[in-house]
């Protein structure tokens, strides 16, 4: 294919940004009224709301409601263009970003690439795995779970039946800890209506963690009442353990345990999706390295916001966490400073402002330590559960998802039901099922 | 793979049901209290309301809210068996169904595998078109339409444009029509505001149809009237005029000439879905023959029901229409006799209430021909397009998917818009498309 210019060149200066994700988003907002050409560039044609990804894969939600078409949020930003392509490397000398369809000048390039699942270079996990980043891997995961309950009902032998029915969830983090929470949800209240031929005694659903407690990052009750309400819904937690390797049916731990799954859930780590063309001294752990104006190390007009981003402070010299609420912060902080730059103003460096943060586990139980003017609020159960949902919700972009989420909410809080149960497209596959004998008829 | 019975001999007798469409769901309820066991056998877990697939195909619903689970259906029906599988062939001497997934033996086993489309035999065109008769099907044209704008937005020759933004339709049934009449809706109202950088008045909407009016088998009331309506909207008909071949790009038509698309929808007709074992006397144009008691020809204990049953009567020499009424009533009533069979009671032969047909155009246009107490009541615009809605929404499985989708409904309507053009999934990529040139920036 004959590469070409994406955009004409306009007169206008030009700032391109990769990736459509907290950062990218909130920073075109902040955008709207600056005298700039914006462009965004993103492989989907929508931005997916991440923190609800494990609703998708576990059924409570339509994944058409956590996505929002980018040209529907943009469509009164004159200056707004989009571009559905990837962004493959950039040459910061021609100011140009080579990507799947094309090439695209800039003035001015934010990388908001974010994150992609890290694997930590374990191949056959990556290929055997599945991860939860992304729409295509929620509905993956959703797909593979009710698949291997339809493949059960044909299958007598112990060990197939098990490797079918059992769930092993790597990463104690809010994706593992809140799979966990809403596969224990179904296995309660959901699977066994559907399947009243299988005996759900016999799910397992483990969770595996490398630390001795869960949610690293959030306080220590948080931790303490997760675990609990976990072992209360009858998760099988494996702390300070790691997977060492998985076949698609066998997983082995490094402390020589096996647990046995056809479906391994990977939620143990992130690593910036980097792109080539930066200098290496830029990069340090696949994040690139900025000021406190979120200019990359090294570059006068490239900057980096969100996860891809390292700005090293003194409470985080490691960077901030990989999560929503610095790649919004630093997205609508970085269009305020770019506007200044346009007006040869002096640039205002970033500030962060921690809201705190929540995992949810189940009905009515979640925890949260919310920071408010300053001081921590730590609180568990349904008061925290409460505040999560309403978070997540007016977070969500367009009325018309938010009114949408809280009827699929509101409709399993009080009918203990989703109404999602579909298998619709893609699923993971290990190595395929042999049915040996049959199952009585119950 | 070793081939297995699907669920062990139980002391009932087993009715078994192939497809879970509007007759075998509506047969599988009638049964709820009889005293057999009830096997329903599809390819999916869920079944799929298809008036409303073309909603799908043009972003004006979630997939989610026009299917339902065949299990959530069930769940309170103790003699329900459904398994995920695919008919593959009948053996009716030894009474056993072979599937994908291992074999069933049957009592009573009812063909409801309903109809696939027909592409009357042009391997190209199968190849190369999309069909709309499942989910994957309105996915895949949901996903092509809103694929092949992002891609005109690179393109600037002038028959490669068009062939991206350009669509035919081929077939002038309700399916055809529904479709032409929502791409023309999202021309004007929707699409321009998405993407500012294309020339809407390129886009073409053809609509090729074989016969000389629209609608067959409706009224000629309704036939003149959607005709008007679509071509005010600026559908282009072709009436009269059949598809002979096309290559991805160039469409041909009987009369020598040619329409450029990248998309063509085939709308054209269906054939019935036959499984293979049913002696060739029993067949005719791809249906199995049926008594007035859905019994198929020849045999005691194999029914059928739905577009795959042909009832020859009187009225319908050839058949009752392949659409979701006879199905639905068929469905019922066969329930009726079956419990009349095991109490070796008379059979009593189907009659059939048609309650008329309708389609609808776009926002507020409709015809329909209704058909109340023996009478034919024919109306057009906006009083048939609330009577279809109506009608289209009570007949939605679940209260959910109902509010879900009235949502949806009055988001568009009030609003001009539609919240779900998404590119999720699989999606139809003829010949690729070569970037020329850049198109400028508007």
Partial sequence: MVKTPLIDKSDKRRVVILGGGFGGVELAKALHHSDVQVVLIDRQNFHTFQPLLYQVATA????????????????????????????????????????????????????????????????????????LKNIDDALSLRNTILSNFEKALQIKDDAQLNSLMDFVIVGGGPTGVEIAGALS?????????????????????????????????????????SKEILE?????????????????????LDTGETL????????????????????????????????????????????????????STTENPEGFAMMAQPAIQQGGWLGKNLARLLNNEQLVPFKYH??????????????????????????????????????????????????????????????YD????LIIGRRKENTPVEATTTKAVV
Avoid at 83 to 92: I, K
Avoid at 357 to 373: E, Y
Avoid at 418 to 421: A, S
Wanted: glycine share 8%; hydrophobic share 45%; charged share 20%.
């Fill in 60 to 131: 409570g939600v339509e994944p058409q409601s956590i996505v929002y078409p980018f040209r529907k949020i943009f469509d009164d930003h004159p200056n707004f263009y989009f571009r559905m392509a990837e962004a493959l490397s950039v040459d910061t000398t021609r100011q140009i970003v080579e990507t799947s369809i094309g090439y695209v000048n800039y003035d001015f390039l934010v990388v908001a690439t974010g994150a992609s699942t890290n694997f930590y270079g374990n191949a056959e996990i990556q290929q055997k795995a599945i991860a």
């Fill in 260 to 311: 046995c799954t056809r479906t391994l859930i990977w939620a143990a780590g992130v690593a910036g999706t980097l792109i080539d063309g930066f200098r290496p001294e830029a990069v340090k752990q696949n994040r690139l390295k900025v000021d406190a104006f979120n200019r990359v190390e090294g570059y006068d007009n490239v900057f980096a916001i969100g996860d891809i981003a390292l700005m």
């Fill in 354 to 415: 921690d809201h705190g943060s929540m995992a949810t586990i189940g009905r009515n139980k979640a925890v949260a330590d919310l920071v408010i003017f300053g001081n921590t609020y730590k609180t568990q159960g349904f008061k925290a559960w409460f505040i999560w949902m309403f978070v997540h919700l007016i977070s969500l972009i367009g009325f018309r998802n938010k009114l949408i989420v809280v009827i699929n909410w509101m409709w399993s809080y009080f009918t």
């Fill in 185 to 225: 949800e179904l296995r309660s209240h959901v699977f066994p209506k559907d399947y009243p031929e299988l005996n759900f005694v016999k799910m397992d659903i483990h969770l595996v963690q490398s630390g001795d407690h869960l949610l690293k990052g959030m306080s220590l009750e948080a931790a303490r009442r």
């Fill in 418 to 421: 989703t109404g999602i149960r």
């Fill in 232 to 252: 209360r819904a009858g998760v099988k937690l494996w702390l300070n353990c790691r997977v060492k390797s998985y076949d698609g049916f066998t997983v082995t």
